[in-house]
């Protein structure tokens, strides 16, 4: 309880305040009486770069998204595979949930198997490195389901453009609107995200389209342009102070 206002206490000493979700700058511009500006969340160069980029020929059939051991953030995922008989590949999950998922929902569920530092298999959820997950997953995935509302700030849906990953994500995650608006669904809507999942399936030059449109954007998330936004809006504090004595 005492974290929210140790936070906008912080906020209030501080020149400027980074806000990583564009539309969210009003609300964070009322708590605080410091300036709020909009810089992206930046991204590696190599991935701007596209160095784990894939053409959809080139990818399996399988549907990815992520989860944890809370089911909201993959039950649609579940809901679309079990309806259009794809394969779903989980990250982060516990194996117990995908034999859980198999056995009782009859839906094929690849686990990601993980390798300690002498080469052993572990059931247990490791946090996989940036590089290796976009490697071994996000890039070979064809279509990345992303629809949990406890990410504005969504790295998913810059880790598939980067990767050449068409992502179905939430509507109100500005990360999705900018970049895949055209797979931007409502939270539960089944319905279109099975017809969606279907054009990207069966329709190259639409997956092609939209892949193409959404690595074309990843530039907007580069260091190089954060680190910009970041000196401008300093630059600009700084003005101010000038201008107002």
Same mark, same amino acid.
């Given at each position: 309880r005492g974290i929210?206002?140790?936070?906008?206490?912080?906020?209030?000493?501080?020149?400027?305040?980074a806000?990583?979700?564009e539309d969210k700058v009003p609300f964070y511009e009322s708590l605080t009486s410091s300036v709020v500006r909009f810089v992206p969340?930046?991204?590696?160069?190599?991935?701007?770069?596209?160095?784990?980029?894939?053409?959809?020929?080139?990818?399996?059939?399988w549907l990815l998204t992520y989860g944890d051991n809370n089911p909201t953030n993959y039950i649609v995922a579940v809901?679309?595979?079990?309806?259009l008989k794809l394969p779903l590949r989980l990250t982060a999950v516990s194996r117990e949930?995908?034999?859980?998922?198999?056995?009782?929902?009859?839906?094929?569920?690849?686990?990601?198997v993980h390798l300690n530092d002498k080469g052993q298999q572990e059931d247990k959820i490791v946090a996989l490195?940036? @590089?290796?997950?976009?490697?071994?997953?996000?890039s070979r995935s064809k279509v990345c389901l992303h629809t949990s509302r406890w990410v504005g700030?969504?790295?998913?849906?810059?880790?598939?453009?980067?990767?050449?990953?068409?992502?179905?994500?939430?509507?109100?995650?500005?990360?999705?609107?900018?970049?895949?608006?055209?797979?931007?669904? @409502?939270?539960?809507?089944?319905d279109k995200i099975c017809i969606l999942v279907r054009k990207l399936y069966k329709d190259y030059e639409f997956y092609k389209m939209i892949a193409d449109k959404a690595f074309k954007n990843t530039e907007f998330y580069s260091e190089e342009n954060a680190l910009?936004?970041?000196?401008?809006?300093?630059?600009?504090?700084?003005?101010?102070r000038i201008r107002n004595g």
């Open positions: 929210c206002p140790n936070i906008i206490r912080a906020w209030n000493v501080c020149s400027m305040v806000c990583l979700e969340q930046p991204v590696p160069d190599f991935m701007v770069r596209g160095a784990f980029r894939a053409g959809p020929e080139l990818k399996d059939e809901g679309v595979a079990r309806r949930v995908c034999d859980f998922i198999k056995d009782y929902l009859g839906v094929a569920v690849y686990y990601p490195p940036q @590089d290796m997950y976009m490697k071994n997953f996000m700030t969504s790295r998913m849906s810059i880790t598939g453009a980067c990767c050449g990953t068409a992502v179905i994500g939430w509507n109100e995650s500005h990360t999705q609107k900018r970049l895949f608006p055209d797979l931007a669904v @409502d939270l539960y809507d089944i910009q936004r970041m000196i401008d809006a300093i630059r600009e504090v700084q003005f101010r």
